[in-house]
T-cell receptor, first 114, second 114 residues
């Protein structure tokens, strides 16, 4: 089974600053998909950004961007201009090439300081 | 409104008493799956279904059953719940099992087994 590792259980950032959340994964597959999900206190899982492994270009969604390093099996999330509403638990996730299996990291709790 | 609906949201039960957590989606999605979320462990996949009558085990299937008799419904059955199944459960669906397709999550079911 694939493993996804988030080594930062907690992070904090000042409002309007930039923060980077780390994620590494282990796989023998060459094709797969990577995701970042946000879970606010409401418990709802919200897709933040996604990346296809065969694409070298890093995905970007407004203030959110990723640094995807396939050889290093690294998939970090950068949040720019942090806002109070960004405070949440963030999960990195790996989806297998056939799409059937999902593996999640243990999460990083992000605090945004006003 | 497109959504994944889980019921109940909260449930307290006793050891050994069979229970079912329902999951329904109104998006005509082929793929559905169940996860449990535990502190420090992230989300772990229990079962998934690629289509009607097609299901398979995820990472942690022991103690759980599922069925997919209709496309929209994917109930999770605990035949004889035990305290170690106390957890937060999520159902999710996506248009297909294609890896890039977005997974939509339900609101979660907080289960306590005493």
């Amino acid at each position: 089974a694939q493993t996804v590792t988030q080594s930062q259980p907690e992070m904090s950032v000042q409002e309007a600053e930039t923060v980077t959340l780390s994620c590494t994964y282990d796989t023998s597959e060459s094709d797969y998909y990577l995701f970042w999900y946000k879970q606010p206190p409401s418990r709802q899982m919200i897709l933040v950004i996604r990346q296809e492994a065969y694409k070298q270009q890093n995905a970007t969604e407004n203030r959110f961007s990723v640094n995807f390093q396939k050889a290093a099996k690294s998939f970090s999330l950068k949040i720019s201009d942090s806002q109070l509403g960004d405070a949440a638990m963030y999960f990195c996730a790996y989806r297998s090439a056939d799409g059937n299996q999902f593996y999640f990291g243990t999460g990083t709790s992000l605090t945004v300081i006003p | 409104e497109a959504q994944v609906t889980q019921n109940p949201r909260y449930l307290i039960t006793v050891t050994g008493k069979k229970l079912t957590v329902t999951c329904s989606q109104n998006m005509n999605h082929e793929y559905m799956s169940w996860y449990r979320q535990d502190p420090g462990l992230g989300l772990r996949q229990i079962y998934y279904s690629m289509n009607v009558e097609v299901t398979d085990k995820g990472d942690v299937p022991e103690g759980y059953k599922v069925s997919r008799k209709e496309k929209r419904n994917f109930p999770l059955i605990l035949e004889s719940p035990s305290p170690n199944q106390t957890s937060l459960y999520f159902c999710a669906s996506s248009l297909s099992s294609g890896g890039y397709t977005e997974a939509f999550f339900g609101q979660g079911t907080r289960l306590t087994v005493v």
